[in-house]
């Protein structure tokens, strides 16, 4: 169906806001209707606290101001359950993003919004009129159904028989991608690693890049983990490890490798970093153990060296 040459987005716009805002909000009282503007209205005159979060006096919304209480439970119906007199912006011709285009523009132009018999409310309505349309919206549009293929359905009903056969032990439901994963990662885990030894622990970024390996190994590089990821977190979990907050998060695992007589391999440090009694002369030593010493580690070490007789001088006095 062809629009007319005057029939542009902001037309389309002037049609969407005439029919919700003066559409009474409960049709069925034919006694004394309440256009959507009129209950909003009164809403937007009630006082709210310096950061807007809580009404000053809430027994008004609820008793004594009869329309800031249709406005209020009129947006929480919108939210569960479809309003069919609504007219959402795809009905007007009007996609998301020029819905949005034309809110924007009408702000920008207008310091309120006009309405029959001289009446106006503040701009905020626009917004409040974009949230109900996106969640009509939601609660119009079907979801769409997943991709069913070959593969997927011959795993669907061998699913079906072992559920038929064995009802408790196989359950005929399929667990998210998150969760498999993770399961498959804490398998892994207990089948090659341990938490009962006695020593240093082992390195995350060690064990982060042996999960890696075995994920590429069996999954392909599509699903690599990092130090942030939610698996990784979850294994840590299961390890006995909160890693949610910054404070420790280098610190080594109480992790072992396991032996092939069931007990555990003990942990060898390795790294140079400063960790447990490496001091600077050990860890240079180590670092330095198949080169030469650089320009700027010669700079360095003279400077640690002269820091330290200065300060030895001034303690002396």
Known sequence: MSRGSNDNIHTRFKKFL???LCHAILPEQTEDPVPLWKA????????????????????????????AS???NFMQQCEQEDVPWFMVSRQAGLSDSNLQRCVNQFKQRYMYVSLPDNQRVDLGILEQLVQINKLQLNLRIPDS???????????MRQLYILHQKHPTLVPYRLDSDKKQFETILCQ????????????????????LEEANEMITNAFGANKLMYCHDPSWRA??????????????????????????????????????????DYTFAK??????????????????????????????MEYLG
């Open 145 to 155: 159904r997943p991709i069913l293929t070959m593969h997927a359905a011959r795993m």
């Open 70 to 72: 249709l406005f209020v």
């Open 283 to 312: 860890r240079k030593r180590v670092r330095l153990a198949n080169r030469n010493e650089t320009a700027k580690e010669k700079d360095t070490a003279r400077k640690k060296k002269e820091n330290t007789s200065r300060k030895k």
């Open 235 to 276: 294994l840590l979990q299961h390890v006995g490890v909160d890693d949610t907050q910054q404070k420790g998060s280098y610190l080594r695992l109480h992790v072992w490798r396991k032996a092939n007589d069931g007990t555990y391999i003990t942990n060898v440090r390795r790294s140079s970093g400063p960790g447990g």
């Open 188 to 207: 892994w885990f207990d089948e090659h690693y341990t938490t009962h030894g006695e020593g240093i622990g082992y390195p995350r970024r060690q064990l």
């Open 40 to 67: 909003y209205k009164d809403y937007s005159e009630l006082k709210w606290n310096e950061e807007s979060t809580l009404l000053v006096e809430p027994e008004k919304a609820c008793d004594q101001n009869r329309l």
């Open 18 to 20: 005439v029919h919700n």
